[in-house]
């Protein structure tokens, strides 16, 4: 069956249709109001992007969320995309628009995300002092690694002891919560770090010794 747009007069043998309208009509209704360029602020150190004031890896979902915050008015999909554009569907239900396809150009601002910075200043909250057996320092170690890497901390360094190593950590907090769900029983002591609108600012030792 041939359709009509109800602005032109063209039919669906002339043009795509999206909803109710021609693409030319569609773009004319709506065009106005779409951004040609997106701005994406992205960390020059490990690549994450800014989605809603947050850092997170690059992939099509993060993307799209950057898109839609500059879409607010249509129901966005992403439909593919490369490093310098994307193209994405555009539905509008109240103008009887769907599915309007897009390119977006995307503009890359590159800064460093407050992980980064921390990590390049050697910032650290925690040391985790390891003593004991080689084998399992080494396998502390690595499961420390593990969770701090998993979860969006860092390690600022490692130094090498007599019989172990101080592992210098981004999170007290994940530290903590570290060695309480392992039932881990290490001696604790604390440091003075420094004031922060006028509050004490304390860094924590938790010396462990592995048999």
Do not use: W
């Amino acid at each position: 069956m041939v359709r009509h747009c109800p602005t032109c007069n063209r039919t669906s043998d002339e043009a795509h249709f999206y909803g109710d309208f021609c693409e030319f009509c569609a773009l004319e209704k709506i065009g106005n109001k779409l951004p040609t360029e997106v701005k994406v602020t992205v960390c020059k150190r490990c690549g994450r992007i800014n989605v809603a004031g947050d850092f997170t890896e690059k992939d099509d979902a993060a993307i799209e969320q950057v898109l839609r915050s500059h879409f607010k008015a249509f129901d966005l999909k992403l439909i593919s995309q490369i490093d310098s554009a994307a193209i994405v569907s555009l539905s509008r239900y109240e103008d009887n628009i769907e599915g309007l396809r897009r390119e977006v150009a995307l503009k890359y601002v590159k800064v460093m995300c407050p992980r980064c910075n921390r990590q390049s200043a050697g910032y650290y909250e925690a040391v985790i002092q390891l003593r004991g057996n080689n084998q399992r320092v080494s396998r502390m170690m690595h499961k420390i690694e593990e969770v701090f890497f998993g979860a969006g901390e860092f390690i600022a360094r490692v130094e090498r002891a007599n019989n172990g190593c101080d592992i210098y950590v981004s999170s007290k907090k994940l530290a903590s919560a570290f060695m309480s769900e392992r039932k881990l029983k290490p001696v604790m002591s604390y440091q003075l770090a420094g004031l922060k609108r006028g509050k004490k600012l304390y860094r924590n030792t938790y010396a462990l010794h592995l048999d």
